[in-house]
């Protein structure tokens, strides 16, 4: 194929992809985002070549591409590549010196939010405190809101009540922010609530939250909320509830096909296993969420109190945990999903 053939169907291969993403993140917090994203995550490998071939040929599209796809990475399981080339991205743009192109302060978030959930403080602070201020600059008070949101969640992950309050509250004072940035500033209202050790308060939030998703309308963010609730009442001591919850959510993480949620729903579920006197399944389940996070790249959110450690040293000798634990860890994603299914019935089955 001659060179200038070549590159016009690289660069239609790319900008198709760009256009993908970009339709993708403008449905992000409603109805219509599954069907798209399905679509996105079917390209596969071509969205990272996308992103490497804008980089060598269209950095200000790169920058647009990299804003449109934090919540790609995070579906695909797929975040260590997708923070690495986010990052490229805007080292290439800042070492150019170009003029701030669109979606600049935007695909700063998407750093930011990517390093939160590999459990990278420091830049997931760094990217996000830098948006806040790109953001300003823009005149974009949807990503400044959204940069906001992000300090929260790092505060969050250092358990600092006041500071998520305080990051949280500001999002949400901002106008014109939009949905994405409103759903998140009441999710972590909650977890401010939560973390100060006001468990009614938690609750009451979460559930402001959660029907505000619903009016969304989109099922994952709907997921979290429901995970959340379910950790709520672990930590009370309802497992009953705790279970049915978290069996409605790994439902739907297998309906959505999405890593991040089984990432965190496989530590709820081991919780309840050991709780409820099967601390063989839970250490299963604890080998198979660390091999699920190790292959995605994503770091288990920090959430409700989940003594699942403790309580198998407890219960077992610690070289049959480790043995469990990496028989659990060879487990496919399938079995680990119906294993922890499976713990979710029998815990719903035997009080009803």
């Not at 106008?175 to 209202?189: I, K």
């Not at 069996?247 to 709780?275: G, H, T, W």
Request: proline share 4%.
């Amino acid at each position: 194929m001659p060179e200038a053939a070549r590159l016009a169907d690289e660069a239609a291969a790319a900008y198709d992809i760009l256009e993908l993403a970009e339709q993708t993140s403008a449905v992000l917090a409603g109805p219509g985002y599954e069907a798209v994203a399905r679509r996105l995550l079917g390209a596969g490998e071509r969205v990272p070549d996308a992103v490497e071939w804008l980089i060598a040929h269209d950095r200000r599209a790169a920058v647009r591409l990299v804003a449109a796809l934090p919540r790609f990475w995070q579906d695909a399981g797929l975040v260590d590549l997708g923070r690495a080339l986010t990052e490229r991205v805007l080292a290439t743009v800042d070492a150019a010196s170009l003029p701030v192109p669109p979606r600049y302060a935007a695909a700063i978030v998407a750093a930011a939010e990517l390093a939160f959930r590999q459990g990278d403080q420091a830049a997931a602070e760094a990217h996000a405190s830098r948006a806040v201020v790109a953001a300003r600059e823009a005149g974009d008070p949807e990503t400044e809101a959204l940069a906001c949101v992000n300090l929260a969640r790092v505060a969050f992950r250092a358990g600092d009540a006041a500071a998520i309050e305080r990051f949280a509250g500001q999002a949400l004072a901002i106008e014109d922010a939009g949905p994405l940035a409103r759903r998140g500033g009441l999710h972590m209202l909650a977890w401010a609530a939560h973390t100060a050790g006001d468990l009614d308060e938690a609750e009451r939030r979460f559930e402001a939250s959660l029907a505000y998703r619903r009016e969304l309308g989109d099922r994952f963010s709907v997921a979290v909320e429901i995970a959340n609730l379910g950790d709520l009442a672990f930590e009370r001591g309802n497992l009953v509830d705790a279970a049915r919850r978290h069996a409605a959510v790994l439902s739907m993480a297998r309906d959505l096909d999405n890593r991040y949620l089984v990432v965190n729903e496989l530590p709820s579920l081991a919780a309840i296993a050991v709780r409820s006197g099967d601390p063989e399944a839970a250490a299963r389940l604890l080998g198979a969420a660390d091999a699920v996070a190790e292959a995605s790249g994503i770091v288990p959110d920090p959430g409700a109190d989940r003594p699942v450690e403790a309580e198998l040293a407890e219960r077992l000798e610690p070289a049959v945990v480790v043995s469990l634990r990496t028989e659990g860890a060879r487990l496919g994603l399938a079995e680990a999903m119906s294993l922890a299914m499976s713990v979710a019935s029998r815990m719903t089955s035997e009080r009803e």
